[in-house]
Every structure is written in structure tokens, then in C-alpha cells.
């Protein structure tokens, strides 16, 4: 039963063959059978059953609120939700119960949704491993060992997301992305990994990492499911500045979609030397599959990748500097007792509250937005910003309709390999295909492909143009069906 589809259980429940009820517990008896993979923060048990009880209730007078109706999702910890701890996976947040619920989670719950847990994730989302969480690392379900450090790593920052969809704790799960953090862990645990177009979904009560980059991003077992995740939670809003109002296509996907006559590009830039050749190789085939089936497969180049990666890297650091002022163990946040001064008492709720990892993005940030380096460092990345999001632009003018790339260097690494390297460094090396997408504010969506021959799922990504969601995901669907990977672990 775990293994179906958000459509598919749907059917289930409103033809009476299964019970809201029933599927929250059986989720909830995952959530413990899976303890070890560290993918939930809290556990909502008691919010769950009520809701399951509100949807059976709706089911049973024949006015289900829609196919998320009874359907337990998970939720990044750095959504805020109403009466439930919302950590950011941080010492800092470790007893913040927040007032208010973030639109996009309301949306998915006033469309009767069931939320069965907050999600692990990278301290304040700042990582590409779920290692450098408060509560612990995650770890990946394929190939997981119980050793205390010989498991692969789950990919992140949303890696508890990725993994609760992966291990069938949940059938969707709300991630977000501001460098690759809802695409890399869906490629590293095999389960598609959707980023849409800035501006599409709210932020409203998404904890800020950087502003201009974050984006609200969905993990699903298939294409369809993503995209009814992601019409649920469309919609402008005025919580929300950066909201639009823009219209894309239909959501309701086809069966069949076609690639025939299709436009796809391959951006040389992306054959990086770091990743390795079974990716390549993989990249190489799925090219071919398109060719095959009537789309033009060109080279293209976006000749400011290159930049990318530094420049994204000082933007995150400013970015950072400036939203996490306010965690001053004053008006809320970790507080240290038996200070004597509000300097020390900044000082040291902040150095106990922060990891190391955050502590340095605010002081790299500090030190880039200094008045002698602001127009070195802040402007000139912003100058560079708009060289590689003006790349994309020109070449989907030429009439290339979408990118297929790479999404992580290689499969899922063993953690005790991944955490020999610092958090700055992993970072360059996960996120040099997934960033350039952020800095540009384009849709883009991970898609699992096949296994390594490790036994190790490796995923692709599409990327369109801004506001190409719908045809994007059309896309994503075609190669879904035509690779026939298998997204969950039971």
C-alpha cells in the first residue's frame, strides 16, 4: 500500500477500499520502523489523526477536498506550522514553536493533506548532506548500513525530505531549494526532485536562508504527483513580495506526453571533470533516448558556469549575514544564561545556537559587505549573476527548449568519505550543476534514471525557461515512463 502513487491512493480511499485513518497509521508504523535513517525531526502524530479523521469524515459524505484529501505528506523542519516545532534542524531553533503556518503548507492542508512530520535537514538548510544537522546526520535507504558511520549520505540540505518519500514514510514531502537542495538528495535517493520558477510558489513562513534564491521545491515518487503538489500550492500572495501572479500551462499532465520535435539542449560546461563517468555516461544514454524518440538533441554552451559556483557562494554568505542578524537571543532564539553585558550575551548565544558551518557564512558575509569590500566582492557578484542567468536566456531565445545536465558528481557517497571534506568545500563540488538555476530563478526538476553499478540510484535534470513549469514537467513525465525507475524502498 505504501508504494502507490498520491493518484493512486486517492482512488483507493475514495472508492472506500482504504480508510485516511488506515494509511496514517500504516505511515506512522513506518515512520518507527525507519527510525534509523534519521529522516523526522517530530513526529505529529496526534495532528495527523485528527486530520485523517476530518478527511475519512469528507470521503465518507462523498465531498473529498481533492486528490491530496487523506494523503500523508512530510515537511522540510524549516517550514513554520502552527503549534509544531519548526528547528531548522538548529540548536538555535530547538524550541521554536511558531504562531503561524506558511502558505504553502496551508495550502496543501486546507486541500486535506495529512502531515505526519517535520523533516531532518542541514542546520538552517546551509549544507548539500544532511550531516550538519542538530539532531544528526540522515542517512540514505539504499545500500543503509546500521554501522555508526559507514552509510551513504542522503544528499541535502532537504535530505530527510527525500528519504521520507524514498522509504515510503510519506507520498510527497515539501522541500526547498536555494543551490540544489530539493534536486541533489532526489537524485542521491532516487525520487524525483521538483524546483519551480521563482516567484511561483510563496516563501512566506519558509524560514530565509537568501532571499533571492529560495524556492519552496517538492519530492514525489513520480512526475504526476509532483505536479499535483505543486498546483495545490500555486497562487500569488501578499504575504509574500516576490510572489507572481503569472499563468503557466495545464497541470494535468498527459498519459502519453510526446518529445517529438522537441528542442533539448546540452551545455558542455556542465562535463565537469569532477563527475564521474558513470554519470557521464548515463547523461550520454538518456541524450540518446531523446534523440530517438524525434527530439533535436544540440550542444550548447553557457560560458559563465564556470563563475558560477564562486559567485554564488558570496551572494549566499550576504545574504546570509543579513537574515540571521535577528537571532540575537534576545527576542527569540537559543539563550544563554549568566551573561553580564547584551555584547556577551549576543556573542555567546550565537556561537552556542550556530554550528560552525553557519557561523562562517555570517562571518564571510560580514567580511564581503564590509564598505571596502562591497563593490569587490557583493556588487561585482551581482554583476556576474546577471552573465549567467543572461546565458540561459540566450540560449532558450536560439530555440532550445530545455537543458538536460547532470545533477550530482557521482551517487551517494559513504558519509565517513563525505564529512573529510568541509561543508565550504562539498558544497563547491555537489552544487556545481544545480546552482546555476537558482541565480537565474528557472524551473528545474531531478528525475531518478537508473541504478550505478553500485546499486545506487543516478538522476538528470531538465531546466526550461521561467514559467516553462508545466511543459517542463510534461517532459519529465516522457522520461519517467521511458526509464522505469523504481522511486521507493520497502
Not at 507520498?171 to 524546483?195: E, W
Not at 532564539?333 to 555570517?362: C, M, P, W
Request: charged residues 20%; glycine residues 8%.
Amino acid at each position: 500500500m505504501l508504494h502507490l502513487t498520491i493518484k493512486e491512493v486517492a482512488r483507493r480511499m475514495q472508492s472506500g477500499h482504504l480508510s485516511p485513518s488506515e494509511l496514517c497509521e500504516l505511515c506512522l508504523a513506518r515512520i518507527e520502523e525507519t527510525r534509523s535513517l534519521n529522516a523526522i525531526i517530530t513526529v505529529t502524530a496526534d495532528v495527523a489523526r485528527k486530520q485523517a479523521k476530518h478527511s475519512e469524515r469528507r470521503i465518507r459524505e462523498g465531498c473529498p477536498l481533492g486528490p491530496l484529501d487523506g494523503v500523508p505528506i512530510a515537511v522540510k523542519d524549516n517550514y513554520c506550522t502552527e503549534g509544531v516545532l519548526t528547528s531548522c534542524a538548529s540548536k538555535m531553533l530547538s524550541k521554536y514553536v511558531p504562531p503561524f503556518t506558511a502558505t504553502v503548507v496551508q495550502k496543501l492542508l486546507d486541500r486535506g493533506a495529512v502531515l505526519i512530520g517535520k523533516t531532518n535537514m542541514d542546520e538552517f538548510a546551509m549544507g548539500c548532506g544532511s550531516v550538519d544537522s542538530f539532531y544528526g546526520p540522515v542517512r540514505n535507504p539504499w545500500k543503509s548500513s546500521s554501522d555508526s558511520d559507514d552509510f551513504r549520505i542522503a544528499g541535502g540540505s532537504s535530505g530527510g525530505s527525500a528519504v521520507s518519500v524514498a522509504s515510503a514514510v510519506a507520498f510527497g514531502a515539501l522541500a526547498s531549494d536555494t543551490g540544489g537542495s530539493t534536486r541533489n538528495p532526489a537524485a542521491l535517493c532516487g525520487v524525483v526532485g521538483l524546483k519551480p520558477t521563482y516567484g511561483l510558489l510563496s516563501r512566506h513562513g519558509l524560514i530565509p536562508l537568501v532571499n533571492s534564491m529560495d524556492v519552496p521545491g517538492v519530492h514525489a515518487r513520480c512526475v504526476d504527483d509532483a505536479a499535483v503538489m505543486f498546483e495545490t500550492m500555486l497562487g500569488q500572495d501578499h504575504l509574500d513580495s516576490t510572489s507572481v501572479s503569472d499563468k503557466i500551462g495545464s497541470l494535468d499532465l498527459p498519459n502519453e506526453p510526446l518529445v517529438s520535435g522537441l528542442h533539448i539542449g546540452i551545455p558542455e560546461e556542465y562535463n565537469f571533470e569532477t563527475i564521474k563517468r558513470e554519470v557521464i555516461a548515463t547523461w550520454e544514454k538518456v541524450a540518446d533516448l531523446f534523440s530517438n524518440a524525434g527530439a533535436k538533441v544540440t550542444r550548447v554552451s553557457l560560458p559563465h558556469t564556470r563563475y558560477s559556483i564562486a559567485c554564488y557562494s558570496v551572494l549566499n554568505s550576504c545574504e546570509v549575514a543579513s537574515n540571521f542578524a535577528r537571532y540575537d537571543g534576545i527576542e527569540y532564539g537559543h539563550r544563554v544564561d549568566g551573561e553580564k553585558s547584551t555584547e556577551s550575551l549576543y556573542a555567546a548565544s550565537r556561537h552556542e545556537g550556530f554550528n560552525a558551518i553557519v557561523r562562517g557564512r555570517i562571518l564571510a558575509g560580514n567580511y564581503f559587505l564590509l564598505r571596502r569590500n562591497y563593490e569587490k566582492y557583493f556588487l561585482h557578484a551581482l554583476r556576474v549573476r546577471r552573465l549567467i542567468s543572461n546565458d540561459f536566456e540566450k540560449v532558450f531565445r536560439t530555440g532550445v527548449q530545455f537543458l538536460l545536465t547532470p545533477v550530482t558528481i557521482g551517487t551517494a557517497p559513504l558519509y565517513k568519505n563525505f564529512i573529510k571534506k568541509d561543508g565550504r568545500e562539498q558544497t563547491a563540488l555537489q552544487d556545481i550543476c544545480t546552482q546555476p538555476a537558482n541565480m537565474s530563478g528557472i524551473p528545474a526538476i531531478t528525475v531518478p534514471v537508473c541504478l550505478s553499478s553500485e546499486g545506487l540510484p543516478i538522476g538528470l535534470q531538465l531546466l526550461g525557461p521561467q514559467f516553462s513549469d508545466a511543459e517542463l514537467l510534461s517532459t519529465a513525465k516522457w522520461l519517467e515512463r521511458a526509464v522505469q525507475f523504481r522511486s521507493t524502498i520497502l
